[in-house]
């Protein structure tokens, strides 16, 4: 069924992935339709930390995967 011994290496791919794309889209997509209160794009110091984050976080679980 899921490999038990791989099974946090590929958590912390799918997380990493996420976090790493997600920010970056959000990016890339600002909110058209934000209200008053609410901020229309993210912050861009925030969001370039959990870019890089995310890259470490999914380069190191696929280089254990890998190895």
Same mark, same amino acid.
């Given at each position: 069924m899921f490999p038990v011994d791989d099974l946090l290496p590929l958590l912390t791919l799918a997380l990493g992935a996420a976090l790493a794309l997600g920010t970056g889209l959000a990016l890339a997509?600002?909110? %058209?339709? =934000?209200?008053?209160?609410? #901020? @229309?794009?993210?912050?861009?110091?925030?969001?370039?930390?959990?870019?890089?984050?995310? %890259?470490? =976080?999914?380069?190191?679980? #696929? @280089?254990?995967?890998?190895?």
């Open positions: 997509r600002p909110r %058209t339709d =934000a209200p008053d209160d609410e #901020l @229309a794009r993210p912050p861009l110091g925030r969001s370039l930390v959990q870019i890089g984050i995310g %890259t470490v =976080a999914s380069l190191w679980a #696929l @280089a254990t995967l890998l190895s």
